[in-house]
């Protein structure tokens, strides 16, 4: 006994010396930094130091891996100007603004946040530091050094209606959807649309989470619109547990974000996409030329920020074809997802032939298109 | 033959203060080696990430303050969990007590803000130390009366305190303007805790409370009569104490202080009421509480330098660029070593060769 206590002893003191023995190389090089720590990089000018909090995690297979993907092309496109950090996992809570300044005092002037409850953090982060630029995705809030930036989802959500809906041979679509916002419903109700453009007699029932990202809890509401008899199920939800539902049932579906088709290979049709890559890049490129101002921003599949993902051999037959017509007609702008005649749930038009519903009413919509079976609380 | 060798742990009877430190500083260097082993498997430089942690932690002024923030509702939650615990009443309950307090004081702060700020924090602060008192009194209770198991009841308490939270938040207190995003309204600037030298006055509650945990369990009698209880409770009986009594008063003060947690995360670092609240401190708190061994003044350096590991876990994400499940892995690998030592410290192994003769049929 008295050897091994002679031993950790040895060890103990070994250690200390260790790291007293590097302590003082160490510490000169820690002052100076202050601020922030990045490993010593002295080039001419200092690269902008750019943070992105992520509510799930960087692989998640969907929506923040789509966000993290833009970040990498960020860097790849702004190469030593800019230094790039991330932090995963980060909760629609005041954890948010924590992260937010843990990340300001490493050294970032530019930060985006990409889920939409992170938007009140962000805000009273962006008051706080008025030197620091602030990008929030998803959101509708802004100030003078604080932006938001989206896109027309309901444009590639619309062609992935068309897809179910030719693809379905029950006309019951499912919707595994996450918060009661107007984001979620805008989505619901664009791929309704879209399906019925194809098959009026489509349903497509909604079942909600109340989480981004929790792939047990999305898997089980998967699993409850299978059990109702849906065969093409889609997801407002970060990761690919909806699919690889369909998948294990033996029927379809349709992914979120990004293009997963090897996690679902039987199953999956396509998925409505974001890219947003080029916004980043543009964006951060703005900073570093001095030619920032504060705007929001949404894109569109004109520009490239959303599309729909290329449909795999699993679609019915003519399905390219529909879609191709649609997209291009969306993109020439001689067809709008919400214009009219649209009914809601109770049969009343909400929105006539030959109008449009105005950017803020789609902002803000909180009602459900004829056909969508489900509740907004 | 085969000689089977039995191993066998047994209670020290009185473990030397010199050994167990030893064991423990081991054990602290086991767990660097084990972590070095696979932060070398992410290529990276084991002694730069621990120097990185550190400095997460302690490497500016702001992050000195973070990392207070992190401390103070273990500290005051480990005071609370450590006075139930030296009764030997096993309440994991923190969570649930945590949640009710910070839903009482959301209550004033949200529906009665109209008074003076003092006045109104004081409100909230009495309203959630009586809702977590009260909380921890129904299991406390059932123990008491009916000799009912506290572990299991406190624990299911939990999950009914945050889904009555989780019920407000999506439901009756939902904040109208979020545009049906579940979320309740931010506490008005009145009923928000003040700062005290740029960290939120959480810090001098932990400090002040600390100190009056520390008398309470070692120089009044009601102290001494809750740690009889927990060495035996016959004695306690014989020695005339009023056990229930004892009990409920313990466990009303330990509720009392987990729901002031619940206030102060609630009022100073959440600035509104959520199912997040907590943030795992309930349980957090009984590794920090145990591993001071329930004593006051420990419970303030543990529980630091567990914020401190949390801080520098979260730092070396964004440094290095790893993924959140890894920084929890070297955390839990930590943790896992400082509290095996634990055990080690408590018995010794005692490795004996059985003979065939007296082993009998387990020599097969």
Redesign the interface.
């Known amino acids: 006994m008295r050897k091994t206590?002679s031993l950790?002893?040895v060890?103990?003191l070994l250690?200390a010396a260790a790291f007293t023995g590097?302590a003082p190389k160490?510490e000169p090089a820690?002052p100076p930094e202050?601020?922030g720590?990045?490993p010593e990089e002295t080039p001419k000018a200092e690269p902008l130091k750019v943070?992105f909090v992520y509510i799930g995690?960087?692989?998640d297979g969907g929506y923040t891996q789509a966000h993290d993907e833009g970040r990498v092309y960020l860097e790849e496109q702004l190469g030593d100007k800019v230094v790039t950090?991330?932090?995963?996992?980060v909760?629609?809570?005041?954890?948010c603004e924590?992260?937010i300044?843990?990340?300001i005092?490493?050294g970032c002037t530019v930060i985006f946040t990409n889920s939409?409850?992170h938007m009140?953090y962000t805000e009273k982060a962006a008051q706080a530091h008025p030197d620091v630029k602030f990008y929030h995705c998803s959101g509708?809030k802004s100030g003078p050094n604080f932006s938001n930036y989206f896109g027309a989802m309901e444009e590639a959500r619309y062609l992935a209606g068309i897809v179910a809906g030719l693809r379905t041979q029950n006309n019951n679509l499912g919707y595994v959807a996450a918060?009661?916002?107007?984001e979620v419903?805008r989505g619901i109700n664009a791929f309704t649309l879209g399906a019925q453009s194809v098959n009026p007699n489509v349903k497509v029932k909604v079942n909600w989470t109340?989480t981004w990202y929790d792939p047990a809890k999305e898997k089980e509401a998967a699993k409850a619109l299978l059990d109702a008899g849906c065969d093409v199920l889609t997801q407002h939800q970060d990761t690919t547990a909806t699919q690889q539902a369909a998948e294990e049932k033996g029927v379809w579906a349709i992914g979120y974000d990004l293009d997963t088709r090897d996690s679902a290979p039987n199953a999956y049709l396509t998925a409505p996409i974001w890219n947003w890559g080029k916004f980043y890049a543009a964006e951060v490129k703005r900073i570093i030329d001095g030619n920032w101002k504060q705007e929001n921003y949404y894109g569109n599949m004109k520009d490239g920020l959303v599309d729909l993902a290329p449909l795999t051999d699993n679609v019915a037959p003519g399905t390219q074809e529909a879609v191709d017509k649609a997209k291009a007609k969306i993109i020439d702008g001689s067809f709008y997802v919400f214009q009219g005649p649209i009914k809601d749930q109770t049969g009343a038009v909400r929105v006539p032939e030959g109008s449009k519903m105005t950017f803020d009413e789609i902002m803000?919509v909180?009602w459900f298109v004829q056909g969508v079976e489900g509740k907004?609380? | 033959m085969i000689m089977p060798i039995t191993i066998r742990a047994i209670k020290k009877s009185e473990p030397g203060r010199m050994?167990a430190a030893?064991i423990r500083?081991?054990a602290m260097?086991l767990a660097?080696a084990a972590s070095s082993l696979f932060i070398l498997l992410l290529r990276l430089n084991p002694?730069d990430v621990y120097?990185?942690m550190v400095?997460g932690a302690f490497?500016?002024a702001?992050?000195v303050k973070?990392t207070i923030?992190k401390t103070i509702p273990l500290v005051i939650t480990s005071l609370g969990i450590g006075i139930a615990f030296k009764m030997q009443f096993w309440n994991i309950g923190g969570e649930g007590q945590i949640a009710m307090g910070a839903f009482a004081a959301s209550y004033f702060a949200l529906y009665m803000n109209d008074m003076p700020k003092p006045v109104l924090l004081l409100v909230m602060i009495l309203a959630s130390m009586l809702a977590g008192g009260l909380w921890a009194l129904i299991p406390a209770f059932f123990k008491a009366q009916w000799g009912t198991n506290e572990t299991i009841v406190t624990l299911m308490m939990n999950y009914i305190a945050l889904k009555w939270v989780m019920f407000l938040q999506?439901g009756p207190w939902r904040d109208p303007n979020s545009?049906?995003?579940?979320?309740i309204a931010?506490f008005p600037e009145n009923a928000v805790l003040p700062k005290l030298l740029g960290v939120h006055i959480g810090w001098v509650f932990a400090l002040i409370l600390v100190v009056a945990v520390y008398i309470f369990i070692n120089h009044t009698k009601k102290g001494y009569e809750i740690a009889v209880i927990g060495e035996s409770i016959n004695t306690a009986r014989y020695a005339g104490i009023n056990i229930k009594k004892t009990i409920l008063i313990a466990i009303m003060l330990r509720g009392g202080l987990c729901g002031l947690v619940g206030m102060i995360q609630a009022s100073a670092?959440?600035?509104t009421l959520?199912v997040?609240?907590t943030?795992g401190v309930g349980y957090t708190a009984i590794i920090t509480a145990w591993l001071a061994a329930l004593s006051a003044p420990l419970i303030l350096i543990v529980s630091f330098l567990f914020a401190a590991l949390l801080e520098g876990g979260?730092?070396i994400?964004?440094?290095f660029?790893i993924?959140?499940?890894a920084a929890e892995i070297l955390q839990g690998l930590i943790l896992f070593f400082v509290l095996g030592s634990e055990f080690f410290v408590r018995y010794k192994f005692v490795f004996a060769i059985k003979h065939p003769t007296t082993a009998g049929k387990g020599a097969s």
């Open positions: 206590v950790l002893l060890l103990v250690f590097c160490q820690a202050a601020g720590d990045a943070g995690s960087a692989n950090m991330f932090k995963e996992g909760p629609e809570s005041s954890e924590k992260v300044n843990d990340l005092d490493q939409f409850g009140d509708y918060f009661e916002i107007p419903v109340h803000s909180d907004i609380k | 050994k030893l500083i081991g260097i660097l002694i120097l990185k400095q490497g500016t702001y992050r973070e923030v999506y545009l049906g995003f579940p979320k931010n670092v959440n600035y959520s997040e609240i943030g979260s730092y994400q964004t440094v660029g993924p959140q499940s």
